[in-house]
């Protein structure tokens, strides 16, 4: 080991002498004691064997022979300054873009809701946020588009792991006119007596829709075949049938669901939602923070489902 290193603290307190012209200046600098700051200055002088300061009329200033090291001195706190203020901008995200894909289901309201979380913490963090299908899923995380994408649904596939997220359950909505709208809970088969707005059973995502009626053998007739929930949740708003869809995306309705009714179903149909990533890559803090967002939202919003 070199006989004369320094330490960081060493130097800020030598720098902070400079600064103040003054021991018991520096001390307030560094909210110190001044018999620490002065013990510092000797030992940094008996390594260095130079004398840092001359005392004029009270005042401490460089010494000739230390000039040298001043000059490093300042040098080195530009940079630290610098690395200081990459840091801070770090931490607001600034200059920092957060590449991600949601499906439909999870991109109406939990998506927005983890974001207004994540801003607040990074305020300067830009987002770019894709809406995607199963099909576009895979190819968006394998051509490394985006960092994840929150799923409804998972898959087998060497190169892409899924974590959870948050369960959810299926529900029933309607118009506030139909007559389903007067019901608390409702069953299969009462939903199978009217036109259906649905998600192609054939999508992941419609298969989960579907197996309200798969798993008790229901027959029904899917009247209007959509290809996103949002689509489903305006022609229900029409009065043109009733539908299923999971609780995340009739989260959102709040006051604009004043035409709208949301019915439990007699037997309960819960869901897993994941988020997908390559296995190869490794997930950025800001990544990790939305989706910690991500569960939060989902799981409150869940909890509170549950209390009324």
Same mark, same amino acid.
């Given at each position: 080991?070199?006989k004369?290193q320094l330490?960081?603290?060493?130097?800020?307190?030598?720098?902070?002498?400079?600064?103040? $012209?003054?021991?018991?200046?520096?001390?307030? #600098?560094? &909210?110190?004691?001044?018999?620490?700051?002065?013990?510092?200055?000797?030992?940094?002088?008996?390594? %260095?064997?130079?004398?840092?300061?001359?005392?004029?009329?009270?005042?401490?200033? !460089?010494s000739?022979?230390?000039?040298?090291?001043?000059?490093? #001195?300042?040098?080195?706190?530009k940079? *630290?300054?610098?690395? &200081?203020?990459?840091?801070?901008? %770090?931490?607001?995200?600034?200059?920092?873009?957060?590449?991600? $894909?949601?499906?439909?289901? *999870?991109? +109406?309201?939990?998506?927005?809701r983890?974001?207004?979380?994540?801003?607040?913490?990074?305020?300067?963090?830009? +987002?770019?946020?894709?809406?995607?299908? +199963?099909?576009?899923?895979?190819?968006?995380?394998?051509?490394?588009?985006?960092?994840?994408?929150?799923?409804?649904?998972s898959?087998d596939? !060497?190169?892409?792991?899924?974590?959870p +997220?948050?369960e959810?359950?299926l529900?029933?909505?309607? @118009?506030?006119?139909?007559?389903?709208?007067?019901?608390?809970?409702?069953?299969?088969?009462?939903?199978?007596?009217y !036109?259906?707005?649905?998600?192609?059973?054939?999508?992941?995502?419609?298969?989960?829709?579907?197996?309200?009626?798969?798993?008790?053998?229901?027959?029904?007739? #899917?009247?209007?075949?959509?290809?996103?929930?949002?689509?489903?949740?305006? *022609?229900?708003?029409q009065?043109?049938?009733?539908?299923?869809?999971?609780?995340?995306?009739?989260?959102?309705? $709040?006051?604009?669901?004043?035409?709208l009714?949301?019915?439990?179903?007699?037997?309960?149909?819960?869901?897993?939602?994941?988020v997908?990533?390559? &296995?190869?890559?490794?997930?950025?803090?800001?990544?990790?923070?939305l989706?910690?967002?991500?569960?939060?939202?989902?799981?409150? @919003?869940?909890?509170?489902?549950?209390?009324?």
């Amino acid at each position: 080991m070199p006989k004369r290193q320094l330490t960081l603290r060493q130097i800020e307190m030598i720098r902070a002498i400079k600064v103040a $012209g003054s021991i018991a200046g520096a001390a307030r #600098l560094l &909210n110190v004691s001044q018999p620490g700051v002065s013990r510092t200055m000797k030992h940094v002088e008996s390594i %260095l064997e130079i004398k840092l300061f001359t005392r004029i009329g009270g005042k401490y200033t !460089p010494s000739p022979e230390a000039s040298g090291i001043f000059a490093q #001195l300042n040098d080195l706190y530009k940079k *630290l300054s610098d690395l &200081n203020r990459s840091i801070e901008q %770090l931490e607001r995200g600034r200059e920092v873009e957060l590449v991600f $894909g949601s499906v439909p289901s *999870l991109a +109406l309201t939990m998506v927005p809701r983890a974001i207004g979380r994540l801003r607040g913490r990074y305020p300067d963090l830009h +987002l770019n946020v894709e809406t995607l299908k +199963l099909e576009e899923a895979i190819d968006y995380l394998l051509l490394g588009r985006g960092e994840f994408v929150c799923m409804s649904y998972s898959f087998d596939h !060497p190169a892409i792991d899924f974590l959870p +997220l948050a369960e959810g359950e299926l529900r029933c909505v309607v @118009h506030r006119d139909h007559p389903l709208a007067s019901h608390t809970v409702v069953s299969a088969e009462e939903i199978a007596q009217y !036109p259906l707005i649905g998600v192609d059973p054939v999508d992941p995502y419609g298969q989960i829709l579907n197996s309200v009626f798969s798993r008790t053998n229901v027959e029904y007739d #899917l009247t209007f075949r959509v290809r996103f929930g949002s689509m489903v949740i305006s *022609l229900v708003r029409q009065g043109l049938g009733v539908a299923v869809l999971d609780s995340f995306s009739l989260a959102g309705l $709040g006051a604009e669901s004043s035409d709208l009714r949301v019915i439990q179903l007699e037997d309960p149909v819960r869901f897993s939602t994941y988020v997908a990533l390559r &296995n190869d890559v490794e997930l950025s803090s800001f990544a990790e923070s939305l989706i910690d967002a991500m569960k939060d939202e989902m799981r409150q @919003h869940m909890a509170a489902e549950q209390r009324v």
